[in-house]
């Protein structure tokens, strides 16, 4: 158990309920069993998504803690809850691509999965009402979302976060598309790493099989979806060291 109280609802997302608690500092996160898509427009319920979605992430934020990457990350409570630093989020989602998926293989018509040398960052700016566009460093600055330093610091971040997450996925017989994360700034002012790192934020496919093991499943109706996640869940148990 825990010596924190939920207290107020925050915010409700889609896919995560963020509460206050006694500590102004700390947030109580609830993982919904609710998977979205296209920005909410395709939306289901899904019994064991937030269980295993809070695990996953409680896992890598761990991991990537003892691996040097500051994180929001304190504690999972039980089953679908944890608890994190309260941070302001930067309105930037902060994109790592190893191989060719999703927008960018719409967007240049290129071979899907084919692989990069070196990986490709973007940036998109977080607004439901915009459909999250696509924004670059002197956009985002020019709008005050982060400054330049804090552009630079998330790029590098993130490209750490990169390079751990691929040797995990690896020992899982797993190839890391692309990921998608948040950062935001603490009580200290320092910019660390927020939201979750999970099947829903990554792009995963078996490097045997080629088939995904994240969020696509349920974009492109391949099969079930909670599955898929604890099969994730499963190897990311047997990696010895995380
Ligand atoms: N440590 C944190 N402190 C404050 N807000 C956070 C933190 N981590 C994540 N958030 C925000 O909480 C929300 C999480 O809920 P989620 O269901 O993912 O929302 P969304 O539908 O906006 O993606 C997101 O808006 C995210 O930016
Ligand atoms: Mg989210």
New binding site residues.
Partial sequence: MTEYQKKDL?????????FTTNDPDV?W?HY?DQV?AFN?KKKVQMSGKGQTNCKISSLIFQDLANHGITN?FIKQIDSNNML??????IELETVVRNFASGSFEKKFACEHLMKFEKPVQEFWF?S?ELNDPFINDSQAIALKVANEDQMNQMRAIALKVNDRLKEIFSEMNIDLVDFKV?F?IDSDNQLIL???ISPDSCRLVDKTTRKSLDKDVFRKGLGELVPVYEEILKRLENVEEV
């Fill in positions: 925050l915010y409700k997302g889609k896919a995560k309920e963020m947030i996160v919904m979205t909410g929001h994190v630093k309260r941070v302001k989020i977080k439901d948040e935001g927020a939201d979750e």
